[in-house]
């Protein structure tokens, strides 16, 4: 079968791994790694958990995010967010838990096996592979001078092996201080993710994640050439790269598809095509985990040429209004959210905002990916007190306030000292 539209997805799925760290060791004298057919290890039951509502999410999601912006790039790492707003859950209760809870795709879970869940999920993943570096990191940055629950704080360390850190807000060298880990946990593709700090602003909890694997079966870029993309707004000349081979392939009355695995082949790209005459927007909002799930396990091998663009991408949105339209409402409204279990001033918190960048390099040799996600706390706008300070002459007096008797009055001009 021979692929020459270019019209893409890039399917979502591409970021929703987990970590591992370090420099690629591919084999130095050019062969293919050894490939990986089975994991180390069976996933344990909160594993399963965080795995499928991980998925339920990252369809979700991609779902909203895409009918939110029809006709337009999408590049998302549910993930990602799904990890930043998992360590602020673990501070949230009633109604706001219950919300992100459900938002989540956690179903019946419990809060120890979705944490328990993380945990032991990244651990497995990390070095699947060791010539994919892919890195994972959290971390929770906090007003100093809050009162933060210390249970709170170490949760994030323990479940999520965050960086816990307190900093003063007010300081010029807080928004560089932050974006600087940002920019380190993803290896300066993704610079920065805030750039200021508001009075009111008490905490930002952040996922970052990093990609970087090359093809088990690289593109020849002497056989890269100039071609057009047929795009929902006109033709352009891209870089169109070209394999031969065979490839794990998919067809369905929809769409065509196929897999292309990095490294040993632990982690893979998936690639969409929606057939000639059908629309990628449409395609996208029928994509639903349990189709994802079918859809996987029916590749199959075929001969065949391959046509895929060289490009380079990078996106940003503030989620706020998607996680709301997923049911994710108290969270975001002051006075309704309650983060009792993050602050003993909970009842004054609220998240502000949920921003999300992406960045993904996809060329001959392989991919690189990153993804960053911060949740940021504020305080609630409280009312400016009223100050009346006593001291210069008044007028005093003394009633029965139901019949409005006076009882006594006076004026006092002069008092005498301590």
């Not at 305080?379 to 009346?388: C, G, Q």
Request: proline share 6%; glycine share 8%.
């Amino acid at each position: 079968m021979k692929i020459n539209n270019p019209t893409l997805l890039v399917a979502a799925g591409l970021l929703a791994m987990s970590v591992g760290c370090g420099s690629p060791t591919a084999p130095s004298d050019g062969t293919q790694p050894a490939a990986l057919t089975v994991l180390p290890r069976p996933l344990n039951a909160s594993e399963l958990t965080v795995v499928g509502a991980a998925n339920d999410f990252s369809f979700s999601l991609f779902r909203q995010l895409s009918a939110a912006q029809p006709g337009v790039n999408v590049f998302t790492s549910p993930l990602s967010a799904s990890m930043a707003l998992g360590m602020t859950m673990n501070g949230a209760a009633s109604a706001t838990y219950d919300q992100m809870h459900a938002a989540l795709a956690f179903g019946g879970a419990s809060e120890s096996d979705i944490d328990q869940g993380y945990k032991s999920l990244i651990v497995l993943l990390r070095g699947l592979d060791a010539g994919v570096d892919f890195r994972i990191a959290n971390s929770i940055w906090y007003r100093a001078d809050f009162p933060f629950a210390p249970s709170f704080l170490e949760a994030g360390k323990n479940w999520f092996d965050a960086q816990v850190t307190g900093l003063d807000f007010a300081s010029s060298s807080a928004v560089s201080t932050i974006n600087a880990w940002v920019s380190a946990a993803t290896s300066t593709r993704i610079p920065t993710i805030i750039d200021q700090i508001s009075p009111d602003q008490t905490m930002f909890l952040i996922n970052a994640i990093y990609f970087k694997g090359s093809w088990r079966d690289k593109f020849d870029a002497a056989l890269t050439t100039d071609a057009p993309f047929h795009g929902i707004t006109g033709d352009r000349a891209v870089k169109l790269m070209h394999r031969y081979g065979k490839i794990a392939y998919l067809s369905t009355p929809d769409f065509d598809a196929v897999d292309l695995p990095y490294g040993n082949g632990a982690f893979t790209m998936t690639v969409l095509l929606p057939n000639v005459g059908k629309n990628v927007d449409a395609l996208a909002s029928t994509m639903w985990s349990a189709d994802w799930a079918t859809w996987s396990g029916r590749f199959h091998i075929a001969t065949m040429d391959l046509y895929l663009p060289r490009f380079v991408l990078s996106w940003d949105r503030t989620l706020n209004g998607d996680l709301e339209a997923l049911g994710m409402r108290d969270a975001f409204i002051p006075g309704a959210a309650d983060f009792t279990r993050m602050s003993p001033r909970g009842r004054d918190l609220f998240i502000n905002v949920v921003k999300q960048k992406t960045y993904v390099d996809v060329n001959e040799e392989g991919t690189e990916a990153a993804a960053v996600t911060s949740v940021g706390v504020a305080l609630t706008a409280a009312p400016v007190p009223i100050v009346v300070r006593v001291d210069r002459p008044f007028v005093l007096i003394i009633r029965e306030r139901l019949s409005s008797t006076v009882l006594f009055i006076g004026k006092i001009n002069t008092l005498p000292g301590t």
